[in-house]
């Protein structure tokens, strides 16, 4: 599997973020989580890549995903 | 063609979905997300067999059991139902269509809409529906609630920590919510309670950035300006796709005997989308339960 660049914007307490974080571990990949409750930069980050202000974002290479998105994000993986 | 179509995977639809599989017939879940409502519960405790568990936390053993079986699974939106044949044809955003013989809906319910302009185009972009995932994104903002009742409260005593000033806008004459929210949002120092207000318009350029409210009493209209605005007005059932195939009810839910059948043969539905009573987990999961186990015996019988 090729290696991808993957990025998550995330807060502790929603629920898609959770599911989002359990679907990249079961799944073996590896990522770099931002929580933007606590990491204010990284709030105006998510905010201004994203254009919108809902979590999760997952940045895979290039593609934005917003939302807890499987079709997405395994299309952006090659899963 | 499979033989049951289960539309939501919610605490109903898995349960249902596990239940169906068990009877043997081909089980396809269309859902773009997994626990539905219940993700949402931040503690619960009165689900049988876990003293305290994370409405997360239930979701992942419910998602954990049902992996465990053979049951094919659509990550998304249906969008659409229609009758061919005797069976009927699901209609998705993204995936095309499905064809079964049986239906159970199990959609559940979304957040109502306040449905004023400016609220679909700020979606995300300043207008949230759920205070625990989006609260932490208005940090040191003022912000909007509106509803006055215990959705409504519920959300603002969250906000009050973390925004700099909150409003509750109720349209009504009275704030419904509980008395113990309601003293808590009394003695917070940045809360400001409107009632017999209306929201007109939700205002804005990248985001939001105030909304128009009119004064129910005086007609006078103003601006609050707010950087978010959390709608807490309660929850619609999931119903518009099936595009009255079904009969409902006068708040739209979706009319079930008590083997969970609709109004039209072959299509059962289970769970907060039904005219159920009562909304909880378990009664949830045992609704799924009964609509899986009709939906066999409708199979079996032929579709008689």
Same mark, same amino acid.
């Given at each position: 599997m090729a290696e991808h660049n993957v990025v998550l914007y995330s807060t502790a307490t929603c629920p898609f973020c959770i599911q989002t974080k359990k679907y990249l571990e079961d799944k073996g990949i590896s990522y770099t989580n931002h929580d933007v409750a606590a990491d204010q930069e990284a709030r105006k980050e998510m905010v201004e890549k994203s254009?919108?202000?809902?979590?999760p974002v997952l940045i895979i290479d290039e593609k934005i995903i917003i939302g807890f998105d499987r079709q997405e994000i395994e299309a952006a993986l090659g899963l | 063609m499979d033989d049951i179509i289960i539309i939501g995977a919610g605490p109903a639809g898995m349960t249902a979905a596990v239940y169906a599989t068990r009877k043997k017939l081909a089980v396809r879940i269309i859902s773009d997300n997994i626990g539905g409502q219940a993700l $949402?519960? #931040? /503690?619960?405790?009165? $689900?049988? !067999? $876990?003293?305290y568990i994370t409405g997360e936390e239930l979701v992942q053993k419910f998602e954990e059991h049902m992996k465990s079986f053979d049951i094919k699974q659509e990550y998304v939106k249906a969008t659409g139902v229609r009758q061919k044949d005797g069976g009927f044809v699901v209609t998705t955003d993204r995936s095309g269509e499905f064809e079964a013989k049986t239906l159970i809906v199990a959609s559940g319910k979304i957040p109502r809409r306040? /449905?004023?302009?400016?609220e679909k185009e700020f979606a995300n972009r300043g207008v949230a529906y759920c205070s625990t995932c989006d /609260?932490?994104?208005? *940090?040191g903002m003022d912000v909007a609630v509106v509803g006055g009742g215990n959705s409504g409260f519920d959300a603002a005593v969250q906000l009050v920590k973390i925004a700099s000033k909150v409003y509750v806008i109720e349209f009504g004459e009275r704030i419904i919510a509980d008395e113990v929210y309601q003293d808590h949002i009394k003695q917070a120092s940045n809360a400001e309670v409107r009632t017999? +207000? *209306?929201?007109k318009e939700i205002l804005g350029d990248k985001f939001v950035k105030a909304i128009k409210v009119e004064d129910?009493? #005086?007609g006078a209209i103003s601006e609050i300006p707010v950087g978010g605005i959390f709608v807490e007005i309660g929850w619609r059932p999931t119903?518009?796709?099936?595009? !009255?195939?079904v009969a409902l009810n006068k708040i739209e839910e979706i009319e079930i005997d008590c083997a969970c059948? +609709?109004?039209?043969? /072959?299509i059962f539905a289970a769970g907060d989308?039904?005219?159920?009573p009562e909304k909880q987990i378990i009664i949830s999961a045992g609704e799924g339960a009964k609509a899986a186990l009709s939906a066999y015996d409708y199979i079996v019988r032929g579709g008689i």
């Open positions: 254009s919108q202000m809902g979590v | $949402y519960s #931040s /503690g619960v405790e009165n $689900y049988l !067999g $876990y003293k306040l /449905g004023v302009p400016g /609260g932490p994104m208005f *940090a017999n +207000t *209306a929201v129910r009493k #005086s119903v518009d796709f099936l595009n !009255g195939l059948r +609709t109004s039209e043969p /072959g989308v039904t005219n159920v």
